[in-house]
Every structure is written in structure tokens, then in C-alpha cells.
């Protein structure tokens, strides 16, 4: 499975943003899948997963509430909605893949996109 992942930037805190991560090579809909993020000189950490068919969703407890995270099955598509971002959640963001299951960690997912660069301003 390759995974691409999209929709970084520069923004403003307070100003939604939308991270994209497209699948192809796979049967998407059989993956778990998480978004991670990954600060300067920090380890990467887990942000929030969504089961294979959507029908479970986790967050981290300091995006609980501001993240949301969706799939489109149809478009072999994983979001993750930002609303009310923070500079503290400037990171690269990363999508990952997890056959049949998700984890909220980074060592049970077997493939991973490139990273997307997220860079919220005060």
C-alpha cells in the first residue's frame, strides 16, 4: 500500500485545515488508520485512528474535541479536520496503514505516507 498524504501549511491559529491521505496499491478498506505527527526533536506521536470501516474513531487527549478524523472508502481517503489548530500542534503530520486494526502506536502500522508539514502560527 502507498500512501500520499496532503493539505499541510501555514495557517493562523484558529483557522481550520484539512490533512488528506490517499491509498492506492491496497484494498483501503480493509486498513486501520492513524495520523501521526512528529515535532522538531521530538519522537512521533500519535494524533487519531479510525477503524477499517469507520465505525470507531480515537484521539489523543490534546486534540480531543479540535480533530476530527474521517475515511472515504469510495476514494481510498483518510481526513484529518483541524479546526481550532495551535501553534503547539505545528508538526509533520503522517498518515499510516494497519491491516484489519487500529493502534495508537506507531510500530504496529506497515506502511506510512511521506509526512505533510503543518506550521500553525499565533
Known amino acids: 500500500v502507498q500512501l500520499q498524504a496532503s493539505g499541510g501549511g501555514l495557517v493562523q491559529a484558529g483557522v481550520s485545515l484539512r490533512l488528506s491521505c490517499t491509498a492506492s496499491?491496497?484494498?483501503?478498506?480493509?486498513?486501520?488508520m492513524g495520523w501521526f505527527r512528529q515535532a522538531p526533536g521530538k519522537e512521533r506521536k500519535f494524533v487519531a485512528g479510525?477503524?477499517?470501516?469507520?465505525?470507531?474513531?480515537y484521539y489523543t487527549n490534546d486534540v480531543k474535541g479540535r480533530f476530527t478524523i474521517s475515511r472515504d472508502n469510495a476514494k481510498n481517503t483518510v481526513f484529518l479536520q483541524m479546526d481550532s489548530p495551535e501553534p503547539e500542534d505545528t508538526a509533520v503530520y503522517y498518515c499510516?496503514?494497519?491491516?484489519?486494526?487500529?493502534?495508537?502506536?506507531?510500530?504496529?502500522?506497515?506502511?506510512w505516507g511521506q509526512g505533510t508539514q503543518v506550521t500553525v502560527s499565533s
Open positions: 479510525i477503524s477499517w470501516r469507520g465505525d470507531g474513531t
Open positions: 496499491g491496497g484494498t483501503f478498506s480493509s486498513y486501520g
Open positions: 499510516a496503514a494497519r491491516k484489519f486494526g487500529t493502534s495508537m502506536s506507531a510500530v504496529d502500522y506497515s506502511y
